[in-house]
């Protein structure tokens, strides 16, 4: 997965596997809305594509950490 070290995913995956890993790794998903669409009207109905950018961005991280924690360490 992006050329991480095996010993850091392995530390990765055991860090977020705690009660306080988990607690953080729910914190950013619902943070940066991981479930949640990337392209969101404003209250004009239009979208703007800078901000869906940096939220897709922001969710990619949170996403690699979550694959991380379920020991995931190569790209599918």
Known sequence: MRGIPVN???AA???FNT???RM???YL???VGLTERTFIPDP???VDPLRAAIKDGER???SLIVKLQHGETNDE
Do not use: L, R
Request: aromatic share 0%; net charge negative.
């Open 8 to 10: 850091v995913a392995k």
């Open 24 to 26: 953080v790794i729910d």
């Open 19 to 21: 009660d306080e890993g």
């Open 60 to 62: 990619a991280i949170v």
């Open 13 to 15: 995956e055991k860090a």
């Open 44 to 46: 004009n109905g239009g």
């Open 29 to 31: 998903s619902k943070a």
